[in-house]
C-alpha cells in the first residue's frame, strides 16, 4: 500500500458535493446564478481533468466497425460538464432543499418507525448470524443520505447511477403502453419460448451482435423475472426430475452471495448447496456456477471442475463494456443476463438466458410456466425500447456522441474507480484487487476493468470484521462471510447515485 | 336433459359470425357499406334481445351508494351495439382477409412447423398421462381460430375477452413510462413489502372498497408476479423453516389443475402435495386451499377440514362481481388476487395477496425476494392505472356508462353463458353446473353466477373421456383427471375472444 500524499487527501475532502474531484464544480452560493457554479475559470484547469481521464482510456485512431464509436475521451467534455452540472444541481437540491429530489418529487418520507430502524441497522448487522439471504432491506436501502453523516448503505447493487444517463436520453427510452396490449398470456407460440416477446427477443439478438460478448445466434433465449429467476429454472432444468439425492451446487469462492439462499430455501430435492468449488470432492453429480466477471470480486473466471459429472451454468450479469473488456463472445451452453446490471433497470425484474440445448431450455421455460406462468410483458416491451435505444445510439448516427449507455457506464465507473483508490490510498487501511487491462473488441482499444463491486479488504490492525467496523463509521456493505470468504471482506456496491458514492468516498478517506 | 329445440339449434348455427345471437347482425357483403350490416331492419328486433338479456339482470330502481353505477340492462345497447360491431368487424377481417387482425397487426405467423405441432395437438393430448402441469402449449394457445374447423383452444383461461373493453377505454388505460423511470430494485422502503408500488396499493385498496369483496384495512398488501407466485410464497410462509417432514397441501376435488404441479415441482421438503382435502386422514399439519368461486367448476367455497393443525390459503381469484354475486368481503388471514382475472391483464403477471398476520406476511415477502427480488414494476406502474381507470369508471361522471368494468363483464359473461346452456340443450350429451341466484352488495340486486370456466359433464353413452371425446371435434380442453375428478368432466374457458367462443358454441351445438 502505498501511504496516501496530503493533496489526495485534502482533494477528496474539499469536492465534497463534486461529481469529479478535478472539475473545478463548486457549491453554488444562495445568492450566486447557477450559470457561475459551472463555468470554468480558466481552459487550464477544464481540460486538465479530461487529459487525465483519458489516460487509462486512449482515444482511437481508427473509426470502429460499429459506426460512430468514438473514444471515451473524445465524448468526455459532455459527458464530464452535464453530468458534473446534474449533480451539483441534485447536491445543491439534496442539502440546501431537501424537500425536491432529483425528479421534482419529494424524497421517500422516512417515518418514525423507520427512523427508528434505521437507527437500528447501525446496531444489528443487517446480515446477522444465520442470515445469508440476499436482500436484506433497511430504511436506507435505495434512499439518497439525507445528510453528511447519514448511513450510507452500499449493501445492494441497486443500479441507480443509470438514472443520469436515461434522463439524459429524453424521450428515446420511453414507452406507451395502450391499455388494451399484452392481455394475453401468451406472446408467441411459434417459438419456443412462447411468453418471450419478439421485440425483446429480437433487441437481445441485436445487442449482443453489437457488442461481441456472446453468441446468441444457435442459442434459445429464454427469458425470466430477473437473472434470478433464470438461475433457479437452470437449477432446475439440470436436475433430473427423479434423482435420488439432490445434485450438488458449487461456486469458487467468494461466491455471489445469493446463490447457497436462492438454492436452498425451499429445501428442494432436486438440488443442493455444497460450498466452495475449489474444495468439492468426490464423484457426485454437481452443478458449477460461473460468475464472470466475478460478484463479488470482479475476476474473470472459468470453470474450476472439469469432470464429467458436472453441469455449468454461465452467470454473465457483469460481463458488459462499461465493466470490463470484452475479449471475445462467450459461446457456452447456459449463459444468464440481466437487464439491471445491463441497462440499470433493476426495477424491471428482466433477465434472459442463452441456452444452446433445446430439452434444456425447455425445461428451463417449464420451471418459468410453474413458478410464473411467463414474465411481466410490460417489462419485456419497456426493455425492447430501452435496448434499442442503447443499440440505436450505436448503430444510428449520433454526432455528439450523447446517447452511448456503454461510454457513459465505462467513463463513470473509470471516474469512480479513480476516486475509489485514491480514497483507499489516502485512508491507508484498506486493500483493493487490481485488475491488467486487456484488448477491449467493442471499442478497439484496450481497457481497464471497473467492477460493479468493490471488493474491499480492511488491511487495519485488530479488525478482523471489516463490515461491522464499516458500520460502526455508518457506511453498510455486505460481509465477507457471505461470500464464502474472510470477514476482513466486504462487498461494496459502485453503481449507486452519484452523491450516495462520494458521500462514500468521502468518508472512507477519512477513516484510519 | 330437456331435448334441444329445433330453433335454437337452428339459431346456433345461423349467427355464427354475430356475438349475440339474437342481434340482427349478419356477415357485410363485400360491396356493401359496412353501416347496413349493423341498422336494425325494425324496432322490434333490436328491442327484442336487449328485454331478454335484461331477465336474468334485472333493472336497479335506486341510484347506487357508487355513484352512477345503473343497471346493466341500461347500459346494454351501446355494449351490445358496439360489441357487436367490433366483432362483426373482427369476423370479417379475420374470415375474409385473414392477413389482418383487429388490431391492424399481421395475425401470429404460423409456420411450417407450428402447422405440425397444431395437427400433432389433435393426435397427442396436451395432458397426456403423467404431466400435470398447468400450462401445456400449442400453437393454437393465445391465438384466434384461422378458419371454420380450426381447433378451438380453450385449455387456457386466457382472459382475451377483455381485450374489446379496453380498447373502448380509449386512452384511460394507457401508460407512458420515461426511460428513467423505475431503475432501483425498491420501491417503498418505509413499506413491509418494499418492492410494492405506493401506487398500486393504493389502487387496490381502493377497488376493495368498491367492490366490496375483501376487507384490506388492516391487511398488509404483498404483491406477486402473478397469484401463482404468491400461492408458491404462501405455502413457504407457513411452513416452519425446520419441519422435519414436508406440510400436506390439500384442496377439495375438484380443485385447481395447477396447485398439485406448482406445490412439488421443486420436490420442495417444506410441503408437498396431498391430494383432496375431503380425503385426508391423520393428524398431520396441512395446509388447505380454498378456491372461492372455484376453479373449475364457479361453485362458493369454504375450508373443508376444520383442524387445528391447519392453516387455509384462500384463492379468491374470481371473487369478483362479472363471475359471481358478492355477497360480502371476505376477511381472512392470506387472500389471493390477481390481476388477469380481475381487469384481463394476464400478460402482466401481477397479483396480491392480503395478509393479516405480519409474521406471515414477512415470510411471503422473502419468498418473493429470494425467487425473484421483487416484482416488475412496470407492471405495478402499469396496474395502478388500470385499476384507476376502473374505480374511475364507477366514482366519477359516466353519464354513459361506458367504461364500467365490472358491468361490461357481467353482461358478456351473462350472454356467454346463456349461448352455452343453450348449445349444450341442443346438442343434449353434456350437463352443466346450476347455480342459485344471490344478492350482490356491489350492484345491489339479485345476480346469477357466471363462472370463468365451464366444468362440462359428457353425458353421451359410451364416452368415459370427454377432454378425448371433445378433441375429436377440434376442441381442446383440459381433462377432469387433472382437477382430481373423473373424466367425464373437462374444463372450458368462458374468457376468450368472441369469435373462439362463437366458433365454441357452433361446434359444441353440432355435437351429438
Redesign the interface.
Known amino acids: 500500500m502505498d501511504s496516501p500524499s496530503p493533496d489526495a487527501a485534502a482533494a477528496g475532502r474539499r469536492h465534497y458535493f463534486a461529481f469529479l474531484p478535478s472539475l473545478p464544480l463548486r457549491l453554488r452560493k444562495a445568492d450566486e446564478p447557477l450559470s457561475a457554479a459551472v463555468t470554468p475559470r480558466s481552459n487550464h484547469r477544464l481540460q486538465a481533468p479530461v487529459a487525465k481521464a483519458s489516460e487509462k482510456v486512449p482515444t482511437r485512431s481508427k473509426p470502429s466497425r460499429r459506426g460512430s464509436l468514438i473514444g471515451f475521451a473524445g465524448l468526455s467534455w459532455e459527458l464530464l460538464i452535464v453530468g458534473s452540472l446534474a449533480l451539483n444541481l441534485v447536491a445543491i437540491s439534496l442539502f440546501a432543499s431537501p424537500s425536491l429530489d432529483e425528479d421534482g418529487a419529494p424524497p421517500?418520507?422516512?417515518?418514525a418507525?423507520?427512523s427508528v430502524a434505521a437507527s437500528a441497522a447501525l446496531v444489528g448487522s443487517p446480515h446477522s448470524e444465520g442470515r445469508d439471504?440476499?436482500?436484506s432491506?433497511?430504511?436506507?436501502?435505495?434512499?439518497r443520505p439525507t445528510s453528511k453523516d447519514a448511513v450510507i448503505n452500499l449493501d445492494?447493487g441497486?443500479?441507480?447511477m443509470?438514472?443520469?444517463f436515461?434522463?439524459r436520453?429524453g424521450?428515446?427510452?420511453?414507452?406507451?403502453?395502450?391499455?388494451?396490449q399484452?392481455?394475453?398470456?401468451?406472446?408467441?407460440?411459434?417459438n419456443l419460448c412462447?411468453f418471450l416477446e419478439p421485440e425483446f427477443d429480437h433487441e437481445i439478438r441485436r445487442l449482443h451482435r453489437l457488442v461481441g460478448n456472446a453468441v446468441a445466434d444457435g442459442h434459445f433465449v429464454v427469458v425470466g423475472?430477473?437473472s434470478?429467476?433464470l438461475f433457479?429454472a437452470a437449477l432446475?432444468a439440470l436436475s433430473p426430475p427423479d434423482t435420488p439425492h439432490p445434485l450438488s451446487v458449487v461456486s469458487a469462492a467468494p461466491y455471489y452471495s445469493s446463490y447457497p439462499?436462492?438454492t436452498d430455501?425451499?429445501?428442494?430435492?432436486?438440488y443442493r448447496w455444497a460450498g466452495d468449488a475449489s474444495a468439492f470432492k468426490g464423484n457426485n453429480i454437481y452443478i458449477e456456477l460461473v460468475c464472470s466477471p466475478n460478484n463479488p470480486d470482479g475476476s474473470i473466471r472459468e470453470a474450476v471442475l472439469k469432470s464429467e459429472n458436472g453441469t455449468i451454468i454461465h452467470d454473465l450479469a457483469y460481463y458488459w463494456p462499461q465493466y470490463t473488456p470484452i475479449t471475445h463472445a462467450e459461446d457456452h451452453d447456459i449463459m444468464l443476463f440481466t437487464v439491471?446490471k445491463t441497462t440499470?433497470?433493476?426495477?424491471?425484474?428482466?433477465g434472459w438466458a442463452l441456452v444452446k440445448d433445446k430439452d434444456v431450455a425447455k425445461r428451463m421455460i417449464?420451471?418459468v410456466?410453474?413458478?410464473?406462468?411467463?414474465?411481466?410483458?410490460?417489462?419485456q416491451?419497456?426493455a425492447a425500447?430501452?435496448l434499442k435505444?442503447i443499440s440505436d445510439g450505436y448503430e444510428l448516427p449520433n454526432p455528439k456522441n450523447k446517447y452511448k449507455l456503454f461510454d457513459f457506464g465505462h467513463l463513470l465507473m473509470s471516474v469512480r474507480w479513480k476516486r475509489l483508490r485514491e480514497a483507499v490510498k489516502v485512508s491507508g487501511i484498506f486493500s483493493l484487487p487490481e485488475f491488467q487491462s486487456s484488448y477491449c473488441t467493442f471499442t478497439g482499444k484496450r481497457a481497464e476493468t471497473y467492477p460493479a463491486f468493490a471488493w474491499l479488504k480492511c488491511e487495519k490492525e485488530g479488525v478482523e470484521d471489516c463490515e461491522s467496523f464499516l458500520r460502526s463509521h455508518k457506511i453498510l456493505s455486505r460481509n465477507g462471510k457471505h461470500f464464502g470468504a474472510a470477514r476482513k471482506y466486504v462487498r461494496i456496491s459502485m453503481l449507486d447515485r452519484d452523491e450516495t458514492f462520494e458521500l462514500f468516498i468521502e468518508r472512507l478517506s477519512s477513516l484510519t
Open positions: 421517500l418520507d422516512f417515518d418507525e423507520a439471504e440476499e436482500i432491506v433497511s430504511s436506507t436501502s435505495g434512499s445492494h441497486d443500479p441507480t443509470y438514472k443520469s436515461w434522463k436520453m424521450h428515446r427510452g420511453d414507452i406507451t403502453i395502450a391499455g388494451w399484452g392481455i394475453s398470456y401468451f406472446s408467441d407460440v411459434t412462447w423475472t430477473g434470478t429467476q433457479q432446475y439462499a436462492v430455501y425451499l429445501r428442494s430435492g432436486l439491471s440499470g433497470h433493476a426495477g424491471s425484474r428482466l417449464k420451471f410456466e410453474l413458478n410464473s406462468i411467463g414474465v411481466s410483458k410490460d417489462s416491451f419497456r425500447k430501452i435505444a
